[in-house]
């Protein structure tokens, strides 16, 4: 390919890969960290949002994703398989495809939003609609990967987690710094996990001065974290974040206490607020899971848990075309109009 090459590419000397390896990339990464004026006037900070819709799936799953099936494609595996509330999902079917693997998913059934689901089927992955959760899926994953000859490409899978921390070096790059707080949604918590460890190696090599903060939001009806236990039946509008027993626990409780941070939970209505809130003032539309690290901001901002003047980051993890179903729900039908200029301009109240 031409221009950015992609993440293992772009930070060889940080990503290992296996010697003589194929390079299965799409060239994600590089994604766009954009300024957030309206949320900076909102909290009295300087937000800036990582965009990971931007990448070639739609989510940050790519940066794990590119890393993982190199590997799997480079050890002789066949096929992978993955669990996943969506973005996982289409991120492997789209590499296995690309690497020419085949691909089983696990998904819970009917917990899943349509565009991500769309992308494993058009992908052609084995998609298995469980009658369970995540967490269920991913016991499910774990057993049949540790049976049979299929790898498995959830971040439980460490090489994951070595791309996903490129996220962290692009925002030092640009800013030329380390923010002071930088938030995150955490579901299965290998992200927040992943940001941290990218973090303290730049820290590590004196690349940056200093390490955020790292704030990890959860939905309140799927906190497992904030809570201090699983959650049976975890539930929230932000179905890629519906995961009741983390598998990354202690890492994001490392990352949290290491770095001064705080887990906290967002209301699905907070998050469904900060979902129109990007989209209507800053023009960045994300999924509702992406959201919650905005509806978090926003929260810690006015309860005075973020410190005023701070530089913050925002991942916003996946692209908002993934779940039409949540963008179009109350949307109001309205009559067509005949070809007529003057039903416009009365449709539009310009006169
Ligand atoms: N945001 C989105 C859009 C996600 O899809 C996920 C996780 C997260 C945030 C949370 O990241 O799990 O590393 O704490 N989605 C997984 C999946 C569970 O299967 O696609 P995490």
Known sequence: ????????????????????????????????????????????????????????????????????????????????????????????????????????????????????????????????????????????????????????????????????????????????????????????????TAYWKGYTEYHGDGLVEQLPRMFGFQAAGAAPLVHGHPVAEPETVATAIRVGSPASWENAVKAKDASGGLFSAVTDEEILSAYRTLASREGVFVEPASASSVAGLLATAADGRLPTGSTVVCTVTGNGLKDPDTALAGMVEVEPLPVDPGAVASALELR
């Open 1 to 192: 390919g031409a221009g950015w090459p992609g993440l293992i590419e772009a930070y060889r000397d940080r990503v290992d890969i296996p010697d003589g390896a194929r390079v299965v990339t799409l060239q994600e990464g590089n994604t766009p960290l954009v300024a957030a004026p309206h949320l900076s006037e909102l909290t009295g900070c300087t937000v800036y949002l990582k965009v990971e819709g931007a990448n070639p799936t739609g989510s940050f799953k790519d940066r794990g994703m590119t890393v993982a099936i190199t590997h799997s494609l480079a050890e002789g595996s066949k096929a992978v398989i993955c669990a996943s509330t969506g973005n996982t999902s289409a991120s492997a079917a789209a590499y296995a495809a690309r690497a020419g693997l085949t691909s089983a998913v696990l998904v819970p059934q009917g917990k899943i939003a349509l565009g991500k689901l769309a992308q494993a089927v058009v992908h052609g992955a084995k998609i298995l609609q469980v009658q369970g959760n995540f967490d269920d899926c991913l016991e499910l994953a774990r057993k049949t990967a540790a049976e049979h000859p299929v790898t498995l490409v959830n971040s439980v899978n460490p090489v994951r987690l070595e791309g996903q921390k490129t996220a962290s070096f692009e925002i030092c790059d640009v800013l030329g710094r380390a923010p002071d707080v930088h938030c995150l949604p955490v579901g299965n918590a290998g992200n927040i």
